[in-house]
């Protein structure tokens, strides 16, 4: 699946796709063609068709229960099992690449859509479908609305409010709409999001064309969301657990052994886990981890148990997160830090 994550990143790196990724990025003046600084001197060549990678990686306990990354394109629908989303691709437009694996902050790129070779249209743009895992976000919300907000309140100078945040119904859902654009650049982006499972889903319209945007956005009715999907809840039940942040804490536990990890690293390990009816850990989601940290975090969390959360008098199931080692941020800290390198 992340045979095409270079291309993915070229292609994220020529467009802007939302507030919170374009801060803190300015112009620089780029070294002459075959003039390197002293310290950047090309030593070898990485071999075509090779990625380069970083150690931490996303995994699973197991390969049956969905993963929030795990949403794909076939037959020109989207579809994600983990959140229940299904969406019709507009006919002409494709996916080109698919997106990188989860990062610390658990920020995903479910889909990143184009217009295909096919496309007759005057103007292009681009459909990106994101999420924000709200347990990991080092931002200062809690929801899909303060996430929009928090956005809008901190544009860069270049981008300016074309539309202050408000609700919308898409497919029969709830979502907050946000809509800002770059005068020098002509480009405009309509943001939607809504919750799912505790993360804020986003969905990123670009183009410069706004005609386009809003054909989109009529198109986007053909999705089928859960009943759950709202910009302020979205906290899981029925049919999947019950999203419960910070749950793995001293009062809710009965049994707990820590990890213990050989090699001293120093990156931050989010964990996302499911909790059976009966109190045990019945899956294991690592946002980004090594292998050998993986292998030893899943021991540990083999042998936790959990009091029976009970909903309505009835003993169900829960998902919660869990951050191992050390936080990437200082207001990200979670009562859940288990471990520490």
Request: hydrophobic share 40%.
């Amino acid at each position: 699946m992340r045979s095409r994550f270079l291309g993915f990143l070229l292609a994220l790196a020529l467009s802007v796709s939302s507030p919170d990724w374009a801060q803190g990025v300015g112009p620089q003046s780029a070294p002459k063609s075959g003039d390197f600084p002293n310290e950047m001197q090309p030593e070898t060549k990485v071999p075509q068709g090779v990625i380069l990678v970083k150690g931490a990686w996303s995994s699973a306990s197991d390969s049956a229960t969905p993963l929030p990354e795990g949403g794909n394109v076939t037959n020109n629908v989207f579809s994600d099992q983990y959140f229940g989303m299904t969406y019709a691709v507009p006919p002409d437009w494709a996916e080109k690449y698919e997106g990188p694996p989860p990062s610390d902050s658990g920020r995903y790129v479910l889909a990143q859509l184009r217009p295909a070779d096919t496309f007759k249209g005057l103007a292009r743009g681009i459909i990106l479908i994101t999420a924000q895992d709200m347990f990991f976000t080092p931002l200062p919300a809690t929801n899909a609305v303060e996430l929009i907000n928090h956005s809008k309140d901190n544009l860069q100078a270049d981008y300016k409010v074309e539309i202050p945040p408000r609700e919308t119904k898409i497919a029969d859902r709830s979502f907050i709409f946000f809509a800002y654009w770059s005068p020098a650049a002509q480009l405009h982006w309509y943001v939607l999001a809504t919750q799912i499972r505790c993360h804020a889903v986003q969905i990123v319209l670009t183009s410069r064309d706004t005609e386009l945007l809003e054909s989109l956005i009529l198109d986007l009715n053909k999705m089928k969301l859960p009943a759950e999907a709202s910009p302020t809840a979205g906290e899981g039940g029925g049919a999947v657990p019950v999203c419960i942040k910070d749950y793995a804490r001293d009062e809710n536990l009965i049994a707990r052994v820590d990890p213990v990890l050989t090699e001293h690293r120093f990156n931050p390990v989010p964990v996302r886990v499911i909790i059976d009816r009966e109190g045990k850990v019945k899956h294991i989601h690592f946002l980004s981890a090594f292998p050998d940290q993986a292998k030893a975090i899943a021991d540990a969390l083999g042998q936790w148990k959990f009091r029976q959360y009970l909903r309505d008098g009835q003993p169900a199931e829960v998902e919660t997160g869990i951050l191992f080692g050390r936080a990437p941020h200082p207001t990200g800290h979670l009562q859940g830090d288990a471990a520490t390198e």
